[in-house]
């Protein structure tokens, strides 16, 4: 799944584990829009992904998306906000991409007050 995920960064891009099975993904220079896609394009590309030597087993992933913003105080806030996030997607259902409520307004996404979610017909592939 890691691997997945890393042929899918760009040069710069860092991905590394925290915790158990959970992954943080830094995306220098990205905007909120531009994360936002990535993770969609991860979780779609992990959906698809048939795991060797292991038949019948389907792995998803939810995504939590946050924003290293002036403001925000660094990094411990930045992973707080992306692990709010991240839980709000598992509790909407899994198989999902969340960001900071500050970041994706509800509104935007067409759901109301709903958890913000990225609509995947909003995403385009980015390529390799």
Do not use: H, W
């Not at 158990?20 to 979780?43: H, K, Y």
Request: contains cysteine.
């Amino acid at each position: 799944i890691a691997g997945v995920m890393r042929d899918r960064l760009r040069r710069g891009d860092v991905i590394a584990r925290f915790g158990g099975e959970e992954f943080v993904v830094l995306l220098p220079s990205a905007g909120i829009t531009e994360a936002a896609r990535v993770a969609e394009d991860l979780r779609t590309r992990v959906a698809a992904t048939q795991l060797a030597g292991i038949a019948g087993v389907d792995v998803r992933i939810s995504v939590g998306v946050g924003m290293l913003r002036a403001g925000n105080a660094g990094a411990e806030r930045l992973l707080a906000d992306a692990d709010a996030a991240l839980y709000r997607a598992k509790e909407a259902g899994r198989d999902r991409v969340c960001a900071t409520p500050d970041i994706v307004p509800a509104a935007e996404n067409g759901r109301g007050g709903d958890p913000p979610t990225l609509d995947p017909s909003q995403v385009r592939d980015l390529g390799p």
